[in-house]
């Protein structure tokens, strides 16, 4: 059973630019999560969906950042204009009613560099 | 506002030292305390849920065990592939925020041969 899926893996960007990451979470999961990471802060919620629809978005820091998920098995967080401080590993994780304990399963991450 | 506060920050161990990782936890009506496993480079990896102060659980040489206002992470005779960063997480009642997950900085583990 495949776990949650990020793409990139690795995004190296100049400041300006616009970055997309991607996310599928485990099939049957109704919620989803994009988590940032940094030394400073340590892992943080940005924000979550459950049946595609957004329920928290108070931890997106400003609005250069934006989410969607547009269908069950996919989601996007977009960065827009990237700035370096948004250096960060960003991780996507899903979750869902039929899981045990609402235990969330994490995706391999995608280190973002923005120069 | 939920707080997460895990200590120590860095802790080495000799392979089959047993020690203890904490979690200390400020939240208004817990849900469930998250132990995870962390990998250099991955995700972090679901190890175990607590519920109620008093409650336990053990998985292989790791032992989750919770009070009122802490959890511990007891390592039993350690082996060097248990070096990770070890996080603990709380979801509890924020609102209408019911699956939100408050992460503390983790303790990262080195044990040596």
């Known amino acids: 059973d495949a776990g949650v899926i990020q793409s990139p893996r690795h995004e190296v960007t100049e400041m300006g630019q616009e970055v997309t990451l991607r996310c599928k979470p485990i099939s049957g999961h109704d919620y989803l999560f994009w988590y940032r990471q940094t030394m400073m802060r340590g892992l943080e919620l940005l924000i979550y969906?459950?049946?595609?629809?957004?329920?928290?978005d108070s931890g997106m820091p400003e609005d250069r950042f934006s989410a969607k998920m547009p269908n069950a098995s996919f989601s996007t967080l977009k960065i827009q204009p990237s700035e370096p401080r948004d250096s960060a590993v960003y991780f996507c994780a899903s979750s869902g009613d039929r899981t045990l304990n609402y235990e969330q399963y994490f995706g391999p991450g995608t280190r973002l560099t923005v120069t | 506002e939920d707080q997460v506060t895990q200590s120590p920050e860095a802790l080495r161990l000799q392979e089959g030292e047993s020690s203890s990782l904490n979690c200390s936890y400020t939240v208004s009506g817990l849900r469930g305390l998250f132990w995870y496993r962390q990998d250099p480079g991955k995700g972090p990896e679901f190890l175990f849920t607590l519920y109620s102060a008093g409650e336990e659980k053990e998985k292989e040489r790791l032992k989750a065990t919770l009070t009122k206002k802490e959890s511990f992470l007891h390592i039993t005779a350690p082996k060097p592939e248990d070096s990770a960063t070890y996080l603990c997480?709380?979801?509890?009642?924020?609102?209408?925020?019911?699956?939100?997950?408050?992460f503390g900085k983790g303790t990262l583990l080195t044990v040596n041969p």
């Open positions: 997480a709380v979801r509890a009642n924020s609102g209408g925020s019911n699956y939100k997950l408050t």
């Open positions: 969906f459950n049946n595609n629809v957004p329920i928290d």
